[in-house]
């Protein structure tokens, strides 16, 4: 094999390595969530940060290595195109590491969705105990001023 192909074979299994464990850390916030407290979440956002890059500098040097070897190839640096313009036993092994980080991206795109909808719903149940605290506040302030006396 190529050392150039083993080169973008390799990048692109650290990205999906990488995206795999942000998701990981997302479900460790979601369930965070039902209440470990702000330490732990903070924590778990700190991590999600750091790994957050790491997918970045990934992705970086994937999509330096496919452009590269495309223009070597005379091909564009899209997996399909790559792809057909490997030798039999690289085409292989791209393509499999190729499905592995769509299905990495597609899981983490997942795992945000859920989390999403987690906290908008979080935020919508505290708006309205908030309100309803307001309200009863309101009301107990009005009593405030009462003579219970005979």
Do not use: H
């Amino acid at each position: 094999m190529r050392d150039r192909v083993k080169a973008l074979i390799d990048a692109i299994q650290d990205e999906a390595d990488a995206i795999d464990d942000l998701i990981d850390v997302v479900q460790e916030q979601r369930e965070a969530l039902r209440g470990d407290g702000v330490e732990v979440l903070q924590d778990l956002m700190r991590e999600q940060r750091e790994i957050f890059f790491d997918v970045q500098t990934q992705e970086a040097l994937r999509d330096e290595l496919a452009k590269g070897l495309a223009a070597e190839l005379g091909c564009e640096p899209q997996a399909s195109s790559l792809s057909d313009a490997f030798e039999e036993d690289e085409r292989a092994l791209f393509n499999g590491v190729a499905d592995r980080l769509t299905q990495s991206l597609f899981g983490l795109k997942s795992e945000m969705v859920i989390l999403s909808g987690l906290i908008d719903q979080n935020e919508r149940y505290t708006s309205m105990l908030l309100s309803e605290w307001r309200r009863l506040e309101g009301g107990a302030s009005r009593l405030n001023g009462t003579d219970f006396r005979g």
